[in-house]
């Protein structure tokens, strides 16, 4: 993945982006005055992580070319202003129905997720469930992980919050978090490290 945005990687994906089309090699060695060698060994990291994909065009003459695209993913690497578009939005419910209404949008996404999150810890052991929830979360970005600290119970802790803007105007989404672990752990879970007080990240107990 790209470690810099001054990254030869980086002024790469930043022209595909601007010339909003396909590219060939020829025309990225011209544009990132690079050897042929240093863009396509830079073409085949960007491809290997998903960032772009490659098409051949068809010529009427000679063999056909192949043109490089940004993937949806690659499209995310660019700034994006989802945090503010969801408060913005939740604000306005708010202001319009209340802030029971607002909470009852975190529980409906809560249930919704539980629908999909229960089929992988379906008939598992409690330290089965620890290990797939931890990985469901470490999906949606929130880089967590989980240790065993007694008999039938763990530590869950996740290093980064994936919806800390909107949890710093609406802490519903934090009971809604602690509530999804109970139900889909079916066990006692408790808050014991919080970000939004001042935590370094967020951990919940769970018992058996």
Same mark, same amino acid.
């Given at each position: 993945?790209? +470690?810099? @945005?001054? *990254?030869? *990687?980086?002024?790469? #994906? ?6 909003? @089309? ?6 990225? /060695? %011209?544009? !990132?005055?690079? *050897? ?8 085949? #990291?960007?491809?290997? =992580? ?11 003459? $000679? ?11 690659? &499209?995310?690497?660019? %700034?994006? =202003? ?18 029971? +209404?607002?909470?009852?949008?975190? %529980?409906?996404?809560? &249930?919704? =997720? ?14 089965? @469930?620890? &290990? ?8 949606? $970005? ?9 008999? =039938? ?7 980064? /919050? ?10 519903q989404v934090c009971v809604c978090e602690e509530d999804f672990l109970s139900e889909l752990l079916q066990?006692?879970?408790t808050r014991r490290h919080y970000i939004l007080k001042n935590g370094h990240f967020c951990s919940y !107990?769970? %018992?058996?």
């Open positions: 993945m790209l +470690n810099a @945005r001054t *990254s030869a *990687s980086w002024r790469l #994906l930043e022209l595909l982006k601007e010339m909003g @089309r396909g590219i060939a090699v020829k025309e990225l /060695c %011209e544009e !990132l005055q690079l *050897s042929s060698m240093a863009v396509r060994r830079q073409l085949t #990291l960007l491809e290997g =992580d998903g960032l772009i994909v490659s098409e051949n065009e068809r010529k009427k003459i $000679g063999r056909p070319a192949k043109r490089y695209y940004l993937t949806d993913q690659g &499209h995310e690497y660019f %700034e994006r =202003d989802y945090a503010n578009l969801a408060i913005e939005l939740l604000a306005a419910l708010r202001s319009l129905n209340g802030k029971r +209404n607002v909470s009852q949008v975190f %529980e409906r996404r809560m &249930h919704e =997720d539980l629908k999909t999150a229960r089929k992988r810890v379906l008939g598992k052991t409690l330290e089965a @469930r620890v &290990h797939d929830a931890t990985k469901w979360f470490t999906e949606k $970005g929130y880089r967590a992980r989980w240790e065993k600290i007694a008999t =039938d119970k763990y530590l869950i802790k996740f290093m980064n /919050c994936a919806v800390l803007q909107v949890a710093k105007k609406f802490p066990a006692k879970v !107990l769970v %018992e058996g």
